[in-house]
């Protein structure tokens, strides 16, 4: 496997010397197949990562990850022309009449490991980024979503050659080898944990790295927030595919005078949304499912409220303790804990003490409130009375800090991610460059001192 491994991906970057600025034409006409693949086999998707999943809602999947492709595609096939345009760069006037340009050049070939929770719209949608900005792609997608990993390295050789997409099934000892491949750039979504193997394998090759890598999301309901509206957004966001999302709504803060009133909205939004088991994910594997229900059980027996409407909805835990495990990992499940503070500003401190989340989600219509989350907080998204939307928007970025990641994509950012902005200097035939050249005048030196 090693060795078709480095074959791969040589005749990858062999295709990328070969033809190192792909037009546009030919970048759309890419963007163009990957988008009719997953238009083409949307039943064949479905299907795929129903059989991974057990059991998972179809409208998810349709809306999480068929329709995020296409859309994803769909924008930089819009915009391509504009990003592709070198932009002019601002140029001194002492070194006036030349000029300076920035350039977006692509990088080579950029790997990506995607994972299982959204097997198919992970594994492409930096594919697309990658594309947009004219490189090759290697995929190496979960082994714990096989089904899906399987469809995936069929349907790719029916609409692209080796040199411009391949995928690399496998479990561990593939990713491993495939991490440290001397890639131009490489992707990973997971956990923290596996995320510092993955940077500490590409760094042995100096290769560049953007890791998305989740942690525990807040939510903070403030003192003037609709407590209906926030609910709904709340369990929206934790219902999506069973709580397994990098960016769902871990756990909430609210101000002790409103803990009750906004269990009874939470209470009310879950019975709305999820009545029954008709619209209801199952957990990828066994181990992931008693987790969850570990995290649950855990928390009864620390003497936690705990309020679980049953059938995969998320089960509230009311202000559980510091060291219980459910508030030291990322839940990835049903629970979603409560936790009681006295004032917004305690729930603020609560946030900034702690890894810097994914996302931050703050309810809350107070102008100078939403000023405050901007400047004292820091997250990879800042988002107010929503959830989970934000992935949602091509035109913004995606991506994490601290703990929670390095680099962003989507749209211009993952177009501008996955190429080496070069500058380009052009000097003008009636350039003065010669006045500052040895050996050096008295004037220049005088010029100089004055700043």
């Not at 299907?47 to 809306?63: N, V």
């Amino acid at each position: 496997m090693k060795r078709d491994l480095t074959r791969l991906f040589h005749t990858q970057r062999h295709a990328a010397s070969q033809a190192p600025f792909p037009t546009l034409g030919t970048r759309r006409e890419r963007l163009t197949r990957l988008a009719r693949m997953t238009k083409q086999h949307q039943k064949a998707i479905v299907r795929a990562i129903q059989a991974d999943f057990g059991k998972r809602s179809e409208t998810e999947i349709r809306l999480a990850e068929i329709s995020a492709v296409l859309q994803a595609a769909r924008y930089a096939r819009w915009h391509l022309w504009h990003w592709m345009r070198p932009r002019r760069a601002a140029m001194p006037w002492r070194l006036w009449p030349a000029r300076a340009r920035i350039a977006p050049q692509p990088l080579g070939v950029v790997g990506v490991m995607s994972p299982w929770n959204y097997p198919w719209s992970l594994a492409l949608m930096p594919a697309i980024d990658a594309f947009a900005a004219g490189n090759s792609v290697m995929i190496k997608p979960s082994e714990y979503a096989p089904n899906t990993s399987a469809l995936l390295a069929k349907l790719v050789p029916q609409y692209f050659t080796d040199e411009e997409l391949c995928v690399v099934e496998g479990g561990p000892e593939v990713a491993k080898a495939f991490s440290a491949l001397p890639f131009d750039h490489l992707v990973f979504t997971g956990s923290t944990q596996v995320g510092r193997q993955v940077a500490l394998a590409a760094a042995e090759q100096l290769t560049p790295v953007t890791l998305e890598l989740g942690g525990k999301s807040p939510a903070i309901v403030a003192g003037d927030a609709d407590l209906d509206r926030a609910a709904a957004s709340i369990i929206f966001g934790k219902g999506m595919n069973a709580g397994q999302t990098c960016i769902a709504p871990d756990y909430v803060l609210v101000e002790s005078r409103l803990l009750e009133a906004l269990i009874q909205a939470l209470s009310r939004a879950i019975e709305q949304q999820r009545p029954s088991d008709k619209e209801v994910t199952g957990f990828v594997s066994p181990q992931h499912q008693q987790r969850s229900e570990r995290l649950l059980a855990q928390a009864r027996d620390h003497g936690c409220r705990v309020i679980d409407a049953g059938h995969h909805a998320p089960a509230l835990v009311i202000d559980p303790t510091q060291d219980l495990e459910v508030m030291r990992e990322e839940i990835f499940g049903r629970a979603l804990p409560l936790i009681s503070v006295k004032h917004i500003d305690d729930a603020i401190a609560f946030v900034n003490a702690r890894p810097h989340p994914l996302a931050l989600y703050a309810f809350t219509d107070d102008k100078l409130l939403q000023k405050t989350f901007r400047h004292t907080t820091r997250s990879g998204a800042l988002v107010f009375n929503e959830t989970l939307l934000h992935h949602a928007v091509p035109s913004l970025p995606f991506g994490g800090v601290g703990e929670s990641g390095t680099g962003a994509y989507h749209g211009r950012h993952g177009f501008e991610r996955f190429s080496h902005l070069r500058g380009i200097f052009y000097q003008s035939k009636q350039s003065s460059s010669s006045l500052i050249r040895p050996p050096y005048k008295r004037w220049l030196l005088k010029l100089l001192r004055l700043g």
